[in-house]
């Protein structure tokens, strides 16, 4: 029988899982957008919804690396911390009209899946996941 502590951080993992799911979905949608014609609200409130779960999926993360351990916490929060303040000054130019979705924007959602969700992120859930089979 598992532990209330393992079976806490198999909930917590899938959590992350679910908000990569979401996260990669926001950002799928946002890079398709910029090969069509769609209305800047449109994808103000898209982003907006990007923003708003980074925020949330970002706080998760860290607050399971301060409470389970992490050996690379410190440079992934620190990661966290420049994809969110880049993609959110980004947006507040968007949301102020002095810029449109942009081939840097389309860089930092690439970044944000291709690097950081994909590589950085798949380390942690590998970590915490083999705590779980110890």
């Known amino acids: ?65 301060s409470q389970y351990g992490y050996p690379q916490m410190t440079s992934h929060m620190q990661e966290h911390k420049a994809i969110f303040e880049e993609i959110n000054a980004q947006y507040q130019l968007i949301k102020r009209g002095e810029k449109t979705l942009s081939p840097i924007l389309a860089d930092h959602f690439k970044y944000l899946e291709d690097c950081h969700i994909a590589n950085a992120d798949k380390a942690f859930l590998d970590y915490f996941r083999q705590k779980l089979t110890v």
């Open 1 to 65: 029988m598992s532990s209330p502590n393992t079976e806490r951080l198999r909930e917590e993992l899938t959590k992350i899982d679910d908000q990569h799911e979401r996260i990669t979905s926001i950002i799928d949608f946002l890079l398709c957008s910029f090969a069509q014609d769609l209305p800047i609200a449109d994808l103000q409130e898209k982003l907006k919804e990007l923003i708003n779960l980074l925020h949330t999926h970002f706080t998760d993360e860290n607050s399971l690396f």
